[in-house]
């Protein structure tokens, strides 16, 4: 069943939904951050959200109280991680999943990848097109907290995205612990379209993640 909330952010507050996995039984819950130029009801959230949900994960949503309040300015990261700590506090209390992973895609990953180096308390890091380095600024690396996570984690990245150039992964991949597993979606960029010169379709890409995910959780149980 479905399920949205109102949930407060310190004298904020902001909206979560769940939405259950389309397949049988569940096999665990996703916490799912936007990325920074769209909303929990982006397209590309609610693409891989259904891409997930047919995998067996339930998943919720939320906003980022910048996108909350119609804003496009993206709240500072410490703000970022207390409003995703919020929604994961409020998961807990009302549905207590027995397996919690964490993530979303972009910066909504690299939030929750904060949130997990520090220690927080999860069964799992889901990145989805981690923004390594902002575009066109290659030297500008977000890798140093990485190597500080220690729950299993899958990345799936384009090897054409803008923001995750694959030799500089590969260098962080050799500084990163053995439960961070990289997955390399070809052709796609930093949305995870293809072009069409690939004989591969963005929904091959979407089912390919979703089936690649499935297989970490198995394998990661």
């Known amino acids: 069943m479905s399920m949205t909330w109102r949930v407060p952010v310190g004298d904020a507050e902001t909206t979560a939904t769940l939405e259950p996995a389309t397949t049988e039984s569940s096999i665990g819950l996703f916490v799912c951050a936007?990325?920074?130029?769209?909303?929990?009801?982006g397209r590309g959230t609610l693409a891989?959200?259904?891409?997930?949900?047919?995998?067996?994960?339930?998943?919720?949503?939320?906003?980022?109280?910048?996108?909350?309040?119609?804003?496009?300015?993206?709240?500072?990261?410490p703000?970022?991680?207390?409003?995703?700590?919020?929604?994961v506090d409020r998961v807990r209390a009302e549905v207590?999943?027995?397996?919690l992973i964490i993530g979303g895609r972009s910066m909504g990953g690299?939030?929750?990848?904060?949130?997990?180096?520090?220690?927080?308390?999860?069964?799992?890091?889901?990145?989805?097109?981690?923004p390594l380095h902002p575009d066109g600024k290659p030297e500008k690396l977000r890798d140093s907290h990485l190597p500080e996570i220690t729950v299993p984690t899958l990345c799936l990245s384009g090897t054409r995205d803008a923001l995750c150039r694959r030799h500089l992964m590969e260098a962080v991949l050799g500084r990163?612990?053995?439960?961070?597993?990289?997955?390399?979606?070809?052709?796609?960029?930093?949305?995870?379209?293809?072009l069409k010169s690939s004989g591969r379709t963005d929904a091959d890409v979407l089912d390919e993640a979703g089936r690649s995910t499935r297989e970490w959780l198995t394998l990661s149980s």
């Open 34 to 41: 936007h990325g920074a130029g769209e909303n929990m009801s």
């Open 48 to 77: 891989v959200a259904a891409a997930l949900r047919a995998r067996g994960l339930d998943v919720v949503r939320f906003n980022f109280l910048y996108k909350e309040t119609g804003s496009a300015r993206p709240d500072p990261m």
């Open 79 to 87: 703000l970022l991680m207390h409003c995703f700590s919020a929604v």
């Open 96 to 99: 207590r999943p027995g397996r």
């Open 110 to 130: 690299r939030t929750a990848s904060m949130l997990a180096a520090g220690g927080f308390a999860c069964d799992g890091l889901l990145l989805l097109a981690y």
């Open 176 to 194: 990163v612990g053995p439960r961070f597993r990289m997955h390399w979606l070809e052709g796609a960029d930093h949305g995870w379209h293809v």
